[in-house]
């Protein structure tokens, strides 16, 4: 029951998200397939590595002290907030295309090739930054060889679902 009478911004206002500007939508699907995608990057990794990600070293150096395998919680939710924040900045960048939906089949396989192509693009990216500024510089780790074989692949894991789930919904104008 409404008490007060509507206002004529609240009229003009969306009434649901499918109103939001394409440009948010990209940073909110971003940021969904960046949670997506990093689930699917922990799943792939933890088993093989068998250690937590390096989200963990950094909780307990700057946050909690002691062993990082005390903090295994906030090691992946951590790992979580940032495959999402990622997967929004991705969405953003995207975004900066403005690219409207199309009937063409030919531009939507297009256009999630593209998607797929620039997710492990800047999934590289992300990889070359971590080890080298990340993991090295700020948290003092050397990596072995097979250790950053590992964590390039996760990441490439991520770009490769990043960029599928972001080429996907903005093909289909979702």
Known sequence: MRLLPETDTERDRPSDSSSASPRLER???????????????????LPISRSLPPTARFWATYVG???????????????????????????????????TPSDDPDTEARREEVGLLAGVGYALALSMFGERVVLRRLLGMD????????????H????????????????DGE
């Open 27 to 45: 940073v909110r699907e971003g940021a969904v397939g960046g949670f997506v995608a990093t689930l699917v990057m922990t799943a792939y990794r």
């Open 65 to 99: 002290g002691g062993d990082e395998d005390d903090y295994p919680v906030q090691a992946l939710v951590l790992h979580l907030l940032y495959g999402t924040i990622g997967g929004a900045a991705f969405g953003a960048m995207g975004a900066l295309l403005d690219v």
């Open 143 to 154: 990596p072995d060889p097979d250790e950053s074989l590992v964590f390039h692949v996760g």
């Open 156 to 171: 490439v894991v991520y770009g490769l679902t990043l960029g599928t789930w972001v080429g996907s919904r903005s093909s």
